[in-house]
């Protein structure tokens, strides 16, 4: 599967954005799919990730973000509000073989994006 990821910019704190993650393949709904980010001199780190029955939110992000997907347009979403500065990072979603638990980390989702960029400014 293939993931191009867009709708990052350059936005003030406080502000929200939209992330869409498009896909291609007729198989996108079987994937668990993910949203990871990294900022600069720092590793990549968990963000969101979704089933098609569970969610989870790193605890930095937890009741700002939101993921969602929706299988008709094989696409999947993170919507972020109440954006801080300390987001500001390339933002990658990644699409994985379902697991037993939910994927939290990068070494289990085969598939990635190119990442878009988000910058917050204070």
């Known amino acids: 599967v293939q993931l191009q990821a867009s709708g990052g910019g350059l936005v003030q704190a406080g502000s929200s954005l939209r992330l869409p993650c498009a896909a291609s393949?007729?198989?996108?709904?079987?994937?668990?799919m993910g949203w990871f980010r990294q900022a600069p001199g720092k590793e990549r780190e968990f963000v969101a990730a979704r089933t098609s029955i569970s969610t989870r939110y790193a605890d930095s992000v937890k009741g700002r973000f939101a993921i969602s997907r929706d299988n008709a347009k094989n696409t999947v979403y993170l919507q972020m509000n109440s954006l801080k500065p300390e987001d500001t990072a390339v933002y990658y979603c990644a699409a994985g073989f379902p697991r037993p638990t939910i994927m939290t980390e990068a070494g289990h989702y085969e598939y990635w994006g190119q990442g878009t960029l988000v910058t917050v400014s204070s």
């Open positions: 393949g007729r198989t996108f709904s079987s994937y668990a």
